[in-house]
């Protein structure tokens, strides 16, 4: 699946033009007189390097009855619907009349990411004034007729393109490949308990020794579905045949050694030393490495009062580490095996949360409603202005916001909006990045 662009406007402004230009063949008659080509039509089409699907929808009559506008109006925002992003198009040549404010209005309702597009620019372009005003930012300059501007334009939907088919292949692929899980924390907490725990609980499950094998590195097993593999340092390992043996320290390289290795990595807490220095440096590393991160509060059978602590524990995390806040928290006891069975599903859950793939239309609404319920503080008087978000990539997912003057963006609000994103789709477990891009 590709993008889907909408090329919206009032009639004539070119929408067919530019529709014909993308797709490369004469699909569309193009029609001087208004509302020749209303139909909506939609066909596969390119502009440099992008591929996407192009939608051309109806325009809306100037100086039309309200009826009629209506019906435009209805055909036009199911083209918009469909669309991960908006061309909004004028005719450069007549400025911006009330037909066109008409569509701006509808688009900004639909809360779709819009690129303001001046055509028939192949002479001057002098309505940058009256443009801006509509609050789509600067228009790019085009003549669809004439292939002038069309660099600006790839662009301008460049972002929207940067999952491209390539990247979802190679995703698919990921969702196959083993999960890679590995096991940290400071000295003592019970990693190689919980490790050997683990490994036995599968065994149990699998029969003696059936399905696990181990390699230089890792021990290999299926888990619902999904093949792990446990990375295996050799401290761990060694502790594993002698138990008991407390002395092995998993040292800072180790550790990151073991979090590079792992897209998932379940970090041992001492549920009586909860959140020390040391922890909190190991779960900061996992957040700037990037990886996906489910708590193990271990030591739960020694808890003398149990009630509330997962809560209490909650709270410290979220003051120490907001990056991580609401990553799973699983209160385990490798001596009991109590809480264990919660481990796994903890893992897959976070592992998905570092997976996701957000549409940009499900983003864009997410993001104007959290603009309309907090608008961005003014900076020096100027609003900041937000336009649209995409999401680039994941593992973890990383979002890209678009507009202008972005730098000046409180943390606060950065913050406002990372939780947002956090809790609306469900990433908990998974750091987050948000890219603060330019645009025009
Ligand atoms: P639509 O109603 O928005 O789909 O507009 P059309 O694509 O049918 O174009 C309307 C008219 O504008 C036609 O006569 C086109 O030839 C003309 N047109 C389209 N693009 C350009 C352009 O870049 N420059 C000029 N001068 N005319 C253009
Ligand atoms: P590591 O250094 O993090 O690998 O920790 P170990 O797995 O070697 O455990 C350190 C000590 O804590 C050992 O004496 C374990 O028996 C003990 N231990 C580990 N997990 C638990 C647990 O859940 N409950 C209790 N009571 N003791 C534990």
């Known amino acids: 699946m590709t993008f889907t662009v909408a090329i919206v406007g009032r009639a004539n402004v070119g929408k067919s033009t530019l529709f014909n230009k993308l797709v490369g063949r004469r699909l569309a008659l193009v029609h001087d007189t208004p509302g020749v080509t209303r139909d909506r039509r939609e066909a596969p089409g390119s502009l440099g390097q992008l591929s996407f699907t192009v939608i051309d929808t109806a325009g809306i009559e100037s100086g039309d009855k309200e009826s009629l506008q209506a019906r435009m109006a209805q055909q036009t925002m199911a083209g918009v619907e469909d669309a991960d992003v908006c061309l909004f198009m004028f005719d450069a040549r007549e400025g911006v009349v009330t037909a066109d404010e008409i569509v701006a209005q509808l688009l900004r309702k639909a809360g779709k990411p819009v690129i303001a597009v001046a055509n028939k620019c192949e002479a001057r372009f002098n309505q940058g004034g009256e443009a801006w005003a509509l609050g789509f930012g600067e228009p790019i300059q085009i003549s669809a007729e004439h292939n002038i501007g069309f660099a600006d334009l790839i662009e301008a939907l460049a972002p929207f393109a940067e999952k491209s088919e390539s990247d979802e292949a190679a995703e698919e692929d990921e969702s196959n490949k083993p999960l890679r899980l590995a096991i940290v924390g400071r000295p003592n907490v019970g ?5 050997n725990c683990l490994l036995g609980s599968e065994r149990a499950l699998t029969g003696p020794e059936a399905g696990i094998t181990r390699d230089a590195i890792a021990v290999r097993w299926e888990a619902e579905g999904r093949e792990i593999l446990l990375h295996d340092t050799a401290g761990l390992r060694r502790k594993a045949r002698v138990a008991g043996n407390t002395l092995e320290e998993m040292s800072v390289g180790s550790t990151l050694e073991a979090v590079q290795f792992a897209d998932c990595v379940v970090v041992v807490i001492d549920a009586l030393q909860a959140f020390e220095k040391q922890d909190l440096t190991i ?37 120490s580490l907001p990056q991580l806040a609401g990553a799973p928290m699983i209160a385990t006891s490798a001596t009991t095996g109590e809480g264990i069975d919660r481990l796994l599903p903890a893992v897959l859950a976070a592992d998905k949360a570092w997976n996701t793939r957000v549409p940009t239309a499900t983003l864009n609404r997410f993001l104007e409603q959290a603009l309309q319920r907090h608008a961005p503080p ?51 477990g998974a750091p987050l990045r948000l890219l603060l891009r330019g645009g025009k």
């Open 191 to 195: 990693k190689s308990s919980l490790f």
């Open 283 to 319: 779960a900061d590393l996992i957040e700037r490495e990037g990886r996906a991160v489910v708590f193990a509060i271990n030591k739960y059978d020694i808890v003398p009062n149990r009630a509330g602590l997962i809560s209490k524990m909650r709270e410290k995390l979220d003051q």
């Open 378 to 428: 003014a900076i020096s008087g100027r609003r900041v202005k937000i336009r649209y978000m995409t999401q680039p990539k994941s593992r973890p997912p990383t979002f890209a916001l678009f507009g202008n003057q972005l730098k000046a963006l409180p943390d606060s609000y950065i913050r406002y909006l990372t939780n947002g994103l956090r809790e609306t789709f469900h990433l908990e």
